[in-house]
């Protein structure tokens, strides 16, 4: 099974900044990943897939990168709406998630 | 809009049945795969099932596999899960989302939650 690892768990930001969300996954997944960001009490939202594909309606702050194991997702000036959770996924065989970084108000 | 609403959640004793259901609208169900996605309280998403557009291809995670069975019904435009044989640990929220083989889950619902208890 293809295990996914995110980094940090948690991570205190303030509004502005740049904040970018490690993924690493245990052998090569090409480019099929995906972001998803998760709100309190909401479903995951799909922000990123084919690891830097920008899902329709995302604001264009949400950027992902890399490939073969190791990917990131960067929000390049974070706004008040980004405080959640975020998960990589990876669809390359079945589906696995990482558990999850959580993005806290500093 | 794409449109998915989960049902049949509840509580239920260990070693119990539940069939959850997931009504689509919005889109042409039939062309899509769809999943099953749970997440159990205060923890991470896990990858329960998925099925084709067409019901040939199925899979499962080995968490499920013998006890759960994925289904659909595209003349109804639902998706379903029957699960048998409940532990503690299947208590989550399970969501039903649009996707799966070789494809990221673009549309999500609510969710509905499953609780296993004595």
């Known amino acids: 099974d293809i295990q996914m690892t995110q980094s940090p768990s948690t991570l205190s930001a303030s509004v502005g900044d740049r904040v970018t969300i490690t993924c690493r996954a245990s052998?090569?997944?090409?480019?099929?990943l995906a972001w998803y960001q998760q709100k309190p009490g909401k479903p995951p939202k799909l922000l990123i897939w084919r690891a830097s594909l920008l899902e329709s309606g995302v604001p264009s702050r949400f950027s992902g990168s890399g490939s073969g194991t190791e990917f990131t997702l960067t929000i390049s000036s974070l706004q008040p709406d980004d405080f959640a959770t975020y998960f990589c996924?990876?669809?390359?065989?079945?589906?696995?998630f990482g558990q999850g970084t959580r993005l806290e108000i500093k | 809009q794409v449109q998915l609403v989960e049902s049949g959640g509840g509580l239920v004793k260990p070693r119990g049945s539940l069939r959850l259901s997931c009504a689509a609208s919005g889109f042409t169900f039939s062309d899509y795969y769809m999943s099953w996605i749970r997440q159990a309280p205060g923890k991470g998403l896990e990858w329960v099932s998925y099925i084709s557009s067409t019901s040939s291809h199925t899979n499962y995670a080995d968490s499920v596999k013998g006890r759960f069975t994925i289904s659909r019904d595209n003349f109804k435009n639902s998706l379903y899960l029957q699960m048998n044989s409940l532990r503690a640990e299947d208590t989550a929220v399970y969501y039903c989302?649009?996707?799966?083989?070789?494809?990221?889950?673009?549309?999500w619902g609510q969710g509905t939650l499953v609780t296993v208890s004595s």
């Open positions: 989302a649009r996707g799966g083989y070789g494809g990221a889950l673009d549309s």
């Open positions: 996924q990876q669809y390359d065989a079945y589906q696995t």
């Open positions: 052998q090569s997944i090409t480019n099929w």
